[in-house]
């Protein structure tokens, strides 16, 4: 498809964000296309969650436009992204089995099979409580739920954070294999080394502006090294 008519699923207009008198996102203009794993790169404080946020609903800009799927945020775009947050919200008292039971009835567009045969291929029991559970498994079973949305938009912060690095590319196949065809990943991390292979764009962002956007592939090759390593050189002449 050529790049004219590819669809975009997020368009950022002039989009600013302040708390009290600290600006946080700066004039942001940032289009997300559709089809695309597109990684969101930066250093802690630069801005990356609460642009996630305001993609989101979960934070209202100060000033500027944002659209998602043609439409304001809202009821529509609440129903067509599925967000994985840094901290999990799972209510821990319910099992694996009950927290699917769950996600099936609250979203129309959940897939419980899809859900069930994850949990089976990641080991997971079940039947387990998910209090008993560690903080990587459970993540692991934060991370089934979202993927097992059949939604236009997933927005994963920081997926890989308390997952052992065996696991890791496991998970990364995992995001590769379940995200709907014609649909987006944007993927909020550090861990750019471990995710880059997936990646088709990149978007790094620092105290609160977009520094640099460009395929992934450009990017290798213009600089004739890893994503990982343009990102350390990029910031590492930012600091003062």
Do not use: W
């Amino acid at each position: 498809m050529s790049k004219s008519r590819t669809k975009t699923i997020v368009k950022c207009k002039n989009l600013s964000k302040s708390f009290s008198g600290h600006t946080i996102l700066n004039n942001i203009n940032l289009t997300i296309p559709e089809g695309k794993i597109i990684g969101l790169l930066g250093r802690n404080g630069a801005g990356k969650s609460t642009l996630i946020k305001i993609i989101n609903g979960l934070v209202t800009p100060s000033s500027g436009e944002i659209l998602i799927d043609n439409q304001s945020v809202g009821i529509h775009s609440k129903n067509i992204i599925s967000y994985l947050p840094e901290r999990t919200y799972l209510d821990k008292t319910m099992t694996i089995r009950q927290s699917i039971k769950f996600f099936s009835e609250f979203y129309a567009d959940f897939d419980p099979t899809k859900a069930e045969q994850l949990v089976q291929e990641l080991n997971l029991d079940p039947d387990s409580r998910i209090t008993k559970m560690s903080k990587g498994m459970q993540e692991k079973l934060q991370l089934i739920l979202v993927m097992s949305r059949n939604a236009k938009l997933y927005i994963l912060d920081e997926p890989l954070g308390g997952i052992d690095p065996a696991t890791r590319d496991y998970i990364l196949d995992t995001i590769l294999s379940n995200f709907c065809a014609g649909s987006s990943v944007l993927i909020s991390t550090h861990l750019i080394a471990d995710i880059e292979r997936i990646l088709d764009e990149v978007i790094f962002i620092d105290q609160g502006k977009i520094v640099l956007e460009d395929s992934a592939d450009n990017l290798r090759d213009q600089h004739h090294t890893s994503i990982d390593e343009i990102f350390r050189q990029t910031f590492k002449a930012n600091i003062k």
